[in-house]
């Protein structure tokens, strides 16, 4: 089957395999995979495969769209707000209608500052083996191979409250860094920007609507575990008994 759930915040998408493999090996299942990472910091909509869908996962290459906030004139080493700013730029001057003409320069096949986008340091590309993340977290660069991508649609609001705010929706293809998206956006107005908040709201045809979050999943599952354990026991006894 294909289940979707709704990533927390905070977890890896490993960590949402793990729970969801550990419910689906208590009912007699033992694969389960996902069709597309997402960031620690990410929540959203996240494609499962489980059982026998996992050898057939047409879903990788399916379209995706995000929504989520960035804070101008700070730049961090992830890009995102999982590490601490380390460097500020002036923001104040940046009007709207630069903000709005800098994203839409970013549509399209992007040739861009790291033409095409460079994978970020903090991501879950394994490079010889070890993923980027791992080696960011003891302070090691390793080079790393560039991707292209393609930007659909990339949409900016300034916050009503907080200018230095600004909410946007991305319409991308398969492979795209969102947290890079705002990082180059802020660069080309000659400031900075990094993530404070990203939600994946649809892979393909699957919307984050139509997911599970890990507690609702427990529960529906609850009932069904109960029975494979009954039987499981039962069947146990059986064989004792000859």
């Known amino acids: 089957m294909v289940l979707l759930v709704d990533k927390p915040r905070g977890y890896t998408s490993f960590d949402v395999v793990a729970r969801v493999r550990g419910i689906a090996r208590r009912m007699g299942v033992k694969k389960v995979g996902h069709c597309g990472t997402l960031d620690p910091m990410a929540t959203g909509v996240l494609v499962l495969c489980v059982g026998q869908a996992r050898s ?24 995102d707000a999982d590490t601490a ?22 549509v399209g096949d992007l040739k861009q500052a790291h033409d095409p986008q460079l994978p970020p340091m903090y991501s879950a590309i394994k490079v010889k083996g070890k993923r980027l993340y791992e080696s960011a977290r003891k302070g090691e660069v390793v ?20 200018r230095q705010l600004v909410h946007f929706k991305v319409e ?55 029975a494979a354990e009954d039987a499981k026991a039962a069947a146990a006894a059986a064989a004792g008994g000859r």
């Not at 047409?58 to 101008?72: C, E, F, I, N």
């Not at 930007?151 to 609001?157: G, L, P, Q, R």
């Open 56 to 79: 057939v996962s047409p879903w990788s290459p399916y379209d995706r769209a995000y929504v989520g906030t960035m804070k101008l004139g700070e730049r961090t080493p992830s890009q």
């Open 85 to 106: 700013p380390d460097a500020t730029f002036p923001w104040e001057g940046i009007a709207d209608d630069e903000l709005r003409d800098a994203a839409a320069k970013l």
């Open 143 to 162: 080079e790393r191979k560039t991707r292209d991508v393609r930007v659909d649609a990339f949409e900016v609001e300034r916050d009503a409250t907080n």
């Open 172 to 226: 991308c293809g398969k492979g795209t860094y969102v947290r890079t998206l705002a990082h180059d956006l802020g660069e080309s107005l000659g400031s900075a920007a990094h993530l404070t908040a990203l939600r994946r709201v649809r892979v393909g045809e699957y919307d984050v609507d139509d997911a599970w979050t890990i507690d609702m999943l427990n529960d529906a599952c609850a009932p069904m575990v109960e």
